[in-house]
């Protein structure tokens, strides 16, 4: 049981879904690369675990890890993907060379530090993400049918939650 005066950290996913992470649940900024093994707090840096804001009542038992649960996660997110990969009005929207050539930008970016200029992959979301928003409704790079394929996204991962 946390007592702690922070939450959980958020679990988010890159555009194309290919990279789960997690925000830091004590800054709420960067994403988190670590865990406390006492709290299971996801962090993000030394500056964090050490900080004022994360700390552990004198009876504070360590944490057991959960398998399951991460397995759970896991599950469900490949059982998003798989229903948005076979969702027809996705198909047929892929089908167009524009989209291809924009998610595969999307991806570049989010793949290659040469690409986004950016070493860390925190970095290249933010320049991946810089970029569907100049292609989404009233960016300077505006597309419809991006804008379409990113609606239809988020309404499917709606309909999960």
């Given at each position: ?111 290659d530090p ?25 960016g300077v ?21």
């Amino acid at each position: 049981m946390q007592s702690n005066n922070y939450m959980q950290a958020e679990r988010y996913t890159n555009i194309d879904g290919s990279h789960p992470f997690m925000i830091c649940g004590i800054c709420k900024e960067i994403e988190a690369k670590y865990r406390c093994p006492k709290c299971n707090v996801h962090y993000c840096s030394i500056g964090c675990f050490k900080g004022p804001n994360h700390i552990h009542t004198e009876n504070e038992k360590p944490v057991q890890k959960n398998a399951n649960d991460e397995k759970s996660i896991e599950n469900n997110s490949s059982d998003l993907y798989a229903r948005i990969a076979s969702d027809t009005q996705i198909q047929s929207m892929l089908k167009f060379k524009s989209l291809q050539f924009h998610l595969s930008v999307i991806l570049k970016i989010l793949d290659d530090p040469q690409v986004s200029g950016e070493q860390t992959s925190a970095g290249r979301r933010e320049v991946a993400n810089a970029k569907l928003t100049q292609l989404r409704e009233g960016g300077v790079e505006e597309n419809e049918l991006v804008e379409d394929f990113v609606t239809r996204v988020l309404e499917m991962m709606e309909e999960r939650n």
